[in-house]
Protein backbone atom coordinates (compact mmCIF):
# COMPACT_ATOMS: atom_id res chain seq x y z
CA UNK A 1 0.00 0.00 0.00
CA UNK A 2 1.61 3.31 -1.07
CA UNK A 3 1.57 5.76 1.20
CA UNK A 4 2.01 9.54 2.18
CA UNK A 5 2.46 10.28 5.69
CA UNK A 6 1.73 13.68 7.51
CA UNK A 7 1.58 14.88 11.25
CA UNK A 8 -2.39 16.18 11.13
CA UNK A 9 -1.50 18.96 13.51
CA UNK A 10 -2.77 21.24 14.41
CA UNK A 11 0.71 23.46 13.91
CA UNK A 12 0.57 27.12 14.98
CA UNK A 13 2.42 29.46 14.50
CA UNK A 14 2.65 33.71 15.43
CA UNK A 15 1.64 35.80 12.12
CA UNK A 16 5.16 36.75 10.35
CA UNK A 17 6.97 33.27 11.31
CA UNK A 18 8.33 30.60 8.80
CA UNK A 19 5.88 27.56 9.15
CA UNK A 20 7.32 25.02 8.42
CA UNK A 21 5.30 21.10 6.85
CA UNK A 22 6.43 18.03 6.62
CA UNK A 23 5.68 14.95 4.55
CA UNK A 24 7.33 11.42 3.98
CA UNK A 25 6.13 8.74 1.49
CA UNK A 26 6.47 5.37 0.68
CA UNK A 27 6.71 4.72 -2.78
CA UNK A 28 10.09 5.24 -4.38
CA UNK A 29 8.86 5.25 -7.32
CA UNK A 30 7.28 8.41 -7.27
CA UNK A 31 9.09 11.39 -9.27
CA UNK A 32 6.63 13.90 -8.55
CA UNK A 33 5.08 15.66 -5.12
CA UNK A 34 2.65 18.07 -4.66
CA UNK A 35 1.16 20.64 -1.59
CA UNK A 36 -2.13 21.62 -1.97
CA UNK A 37 -3.80 23.98 0.01
CA UNK A 38 -7.49 23.33 1.58
CA UNK A 39 -9.40 25.95 3.20
CA UNK A 40 -12.20 24.37 6.00
CA UNK A 41 -15.10 22.90 3.59
CA UNK A 42 -13.19 23.93 0.42
CA UNK A 43 -11.76 21.69 -2.25
CA UNK A 44 -8.02 21.70 -2.28
CA UNK A 45 -5.86 24.21 -4.62
CA UNK A 46 -2.95 23.11 -5.61
CA UNK A 47 0.17 25.34 -4.38
CA UNK A 48 3.53 24.41 -5.30
CA UNK A 49 4.81 21.49 -7.52
CA UNK A 50 8.15 19.56 -6.96
CA UNK A 51 10.16 17.13 -8.94
CA UNK A 52 14.08 17.15 -8.21
CA UNK A 53 16.08 17.13 -5.61
CA UNK A 54 16.70 20.05 -3.49
CA UNK A 55 14.31 23.32 -3.08
CA UNK A 56 11.64 24.84 -5.38
CA UNK A 57 10.81 28.93 -4.63
CA UNK A 58 7.46 30.89 -5.44
CA UNK A 59 6.61 33.89 -3.01
CA UNK A 60 6.66 32.99 0.14
CA UNK A 61 6.94 29.44 -0.33
CA UNK A 62 9.34 27.28 -0.92
CA UNK A 63 9.31 23.36 -1.41
CA UNK A 64 11.75 20.71 -0.37
CA UNK A 65 12.25 17.31 -2.18
CA UNK A 66 14.81 14.77 -0.50
CA UNK A 67 14.38 11.72 -2.44
CA UNK A 68 16.87 9.53 -0.53
CA UNK A 69 15.02 10.03 2.46
CA UNK A 70 11.90 10.10 0.99
CA UNK A 71 10.96 13.28 2.45
CA UNK A 72 9.13 16.55 1.40
CA UNK A 73 8.46 19.65 3.02
CA UNK A 74 6.83 23.18 2.37
CA UNK A 75 8.46 26.29 4.10
CA UNK A 76 5.51 29.33 4.39
CA UNK A 77 7.86 32.68 5.03
CA UNK A 78 6.08 35.38 6.72
CA UNK A 79 3.21 33.83 7.62
CA UNK A 80 -0.10 35.37 7.50
CA UNK A 81 -3.84 34.53 8.81
CA UNK A 82 -5.34 33.73 5.43
CA UNK A 83 -2.76 30.67 5.11
CA UNK A 84 -4.31 29.21 7.67
CA UNK A 85 -5.64 26.24 6.31
CA UNK A 86 -4.92 22.34 6.12
CA UNK A 87 -2.00 21.32 3.83
CA UNK A 88 -2.15 18.34 1.84
CA UNK A 89 0.73 16.79 0.46
CA UNK A 90 0.97 14.28 -2.31
CA UNK A 91 3.15 11.62 -4.72
CA UNK A 92 2.54 10.38 -8.11
CA UNK A 93 1.91 6.50 -8.10
CA UNK A 94 0.71 4.80 -11.23
CA UNK A 95 -0.93 7.86 -12.98
CA UNK A 96 -2.77 8.99 -10.48
CA UNK A 97 -2.44 11.50 -6.53
CA UNK A 98 -2.08 9.54 -3.53
CA UNK A 99 -2.69 11.72 -0.71
CA UNK A 100 -1.37 12.33 2.88
CA UNK A 101 -4.11 13.02 5.59
CA UNK A 102 -2.59 17.10 6.19
CA UNK A 103 -1.75 19.20 8.37
CA UNK A 104 -3.44 21.55 9.86
CA UNK A 105 -1.68 25.38 10.15
CA UNK A 106 -3.00 27.90 12.11
CA UNK A 107 -1.15 31.66 12.26
CA UNK A 108 -2.19 33.24 15.00
CA UNK A 109 -2.13 37.35 14.46
CA UNK B 1 -16.89 29.32 -15.86
CA UNK B 2 -15.74 26.16 -17.51
CA UNK B 3 -14.41 24.47 -14.02
CA UNK B 4 -14.94 21.40 -12.77
CA UNK B 5 -18.67 21.02 -11.68
CA UNK B 6 -20.28 18.41 -9.27
CA UNK B 7 -23.65 17.94 -8.50
CA UNK B 8 -25.48 17.78 -6.23
CA UNK B 9 -23.66 19.69 -3.79
CA UNK B 10 -25.44 18.32 -0.77
CA UNK B 11 -27.27 14.69 -0.08
CA UNK B 12 -29.13 13.30 2.50
CA UNK B 13 -30.02 9.67 2.23
CA UNK B 14 -31.77 7.10 4.34
CA UNK B 15 -29.62 3.74 5.08
CA UNK B 16 -30.57 1.54 2.62
CA UNK B 17 -30.77 4.19 -0.29
CA UNK B 18 -29.21 4.81 -3.22
CA UNK B 19 -26.73 7.30 -3.82
CA UNK B 20 -25.67 8.69 -7.29
CA UNK B 21 -23.17 11.53 -7.61
CA UNK B 22 -22.07 13.35 -11.00
CA UNK B 23 -19.08 15.24 -12.13
CA UNK B 24 -18.80 17.09 -15.16
CA UNK B 25 -15.23 17.12 -16.10
CA UNK B 26 -12.88 20.77 -16.94
CA UNK B 27 -13.69 21.27 -20.79
CA UNK B 28 -11.02 19.77 -22.58
CA UNK B 29 -10.49 17.07 -19.92
CA UNK B 30 -10.75 13.59 -20.47
CA UNK B 31 -9.62 12.20 -17.37
CA UNK B 32 -11.65 12.44 -14.20
CA UNK B 33 -10.44 10.67 -10.55
CA UNK B 34 -13.03 10.21 -7.06
CA UNK B 35 -11.34 11.17 -4.18
CA UNK B 36 -13.51 10.31 -0.63
CA UNK B 37 -13.08 12.18 2.25
CA UNK B 38 -14.07 11.66 5.88
CA UNK B 39 -14.15 14.30 8.29
CA UNK B 40 -10.44 16.08 9.21
CA UNK B 41 -9.10 13.46 7.20
CA UNK B 42 -7.37 13.65 3.73
CA UNK B 43 -8.57 12.69 0.62
CA UNK B 44 -8.63 9.33 -0.07
CA UNK B 45 -8.25 7.60 -4.00
CA UNK B 46 -11.20 6.03 -5.32
CA UNK B 47 -10.98 5.16 -8.73
CA UNK B 48 -9.57 6.75 -12.22
CA UNK B 49 -11.46 6.75 -15.63
CA UNK B 50 -11.00 7.62 -19.11
CA UNK B 51 -14.09 8.25 -21.52
CA UNK B 52 -15.97 4.64 -21.36
CA UNK B 53 -13.05 3.11 -19.50
CA UNK B 54 -12.01 2.48 -16.00
CA UNK B 55 -8.81 2.44 -15.80
CA UNK B 56 -7.84 2.42 -11.92
CA UNK B 57 -10.65 1.41 -9.50
CA UNK B 58 -7.96 -0.09 -6.96
CA UNK B 59 -9.53 2.48 -4.28
CA UNK B 60 -13.34 1.50 -4.84
CA UNK B 61 -14.92 -0.84 -1.97
CA UNK B 62 -15.63 -3.91 -3.36
CA UNK B 63 -19.35 -3.81 -2.63
CA UNK B 64 -21.97 -1.09 -3.13
CA UNK B 65 -19.44 1.62 -5.05
CA UNK B 66 -19.23 1.67 -8.98
CA UNK B 67 -18.52 4.20 -11.31
CA UNK B 68 -18.56 5.68 -15.07
CA UNK B 69 -17.98 8.20 -17.52
CA UNK B 70 -19.91 7.32 -20.32
CA UNK B 71 -18.87 9.33 -24.07
CA UNK B 72 -21.58 11.40 -23.41
CA UNK B 73 -22.41 13.01 -20.26
CA UNK B 74 -20.89 13.31 -16.47
CA UNK B 75 -19.09 10.73 -14.55
CA UNK B 76 -21.12 9.56 -11.98
CA UNK B 77 -20.40 8.04 -8.68
CA UNK B 78 -23.11 5.28 -7.44
CA UNK B 79 -23.19 3.91 -4.31
CA UNK B 80 -25.52 1.22 -3.48
CA UNK B 81 -27.53 0.48 -0.15
CA UNK B 82 -25.76 3.51 1.27
CA UNK B 83 -24.50 2.81 5.19
CA UNK B 84 -23.94 5.37 7.56
CA UNK B 85 -19.94 4.86 7.22
CA UNK B 86 -20.37 6.42 3.31
CA UNK B 87 -21.41 9.84 4.93
CA UNK B 88 -18.25 12.05 3.27
CA UNK B 89 -17.27 14.44 0.97
CA UNK B 90 -16.74 12.73 -2.19
CA UNK B 91 -14.23 15.24 -4.89
CA UNK B 92 -14.37 15.13 -8.19
CA UNK B 93 -10.90 16.34 -9.99
CA UNK B 94 -10.14 16.46 -13.88
CA UNK B 95 -6.72 16.90 -16.34
CA UNK B 96 -6.29 17.13 -19.84
CA UNK B 97 -3.84 13.63 -19.98
CA UNK B 98 -2.64 11.74 -17.45
CA UNK B 99 0.61 12.53 -19.10
CA UNK B 100 0.11 16.29 -18.36
CA UNK B 101 -1.16 15.13 -14.27
CA UNK B 102 2.50 14.24 -13.59
CA UNK B 103 4.11 17.35 -15.82
CA UNK B 104 1.93 19.45 -13.39
CA UNK B 105 0.27 18.02 -10.84
CA UNK B 106 -2.55 19.94 -11.21
CA UNK B 107 -5.84 18.17 -10.84
CA UNK B 108 -8.71 20.94 -10.99
CA UNK B 109 -10.91 19.80 -8.22
CA UNK B 110 -14.54 20.46 -7.91
CA UNK B 111 -16.24 21.61 -5.20
CA UNK B 112 -17.45 18.26 -4.00
CA UNK B 113 -20.99 16.39 -3.03
CA UNK B 114 -21.19 16.51 0.41
CA UNK B 115 -23.15 12.70 1.47
CA UNK B 116 -24.87 12.57 4.90
CA UNK B 117 -26.43 9.58 5.25
CA UNK B 118 -29.16 9.30 8.40
Known amino acids: QKEVEQNSGPLSVPEGAIASLNCTYSDRGSQSFFWYRQYSGKSPELIMSIYSNGDKEDGRFTAQLNKASQYVSLLIRDSQPSDSATYLC?????????FGSGTRLLVRP | NAGVMQNPRHLVRRRGQEARLRCSPM?????VYWYRQLPEEGLKFMVY????????ESGMPKERFSAEFPKEGPSILRIQQVVRGDSAAYFC????????????????FGEGSRLTVL
Open chain 2, 49 to 56: LQKENIID
Open chain 1, 90 to 98: AGDSSYKLI
Open chain 2, 93 to 108: ASSGTSGELLDTGELF
Open chain 2, 27 to 31: KGHSH
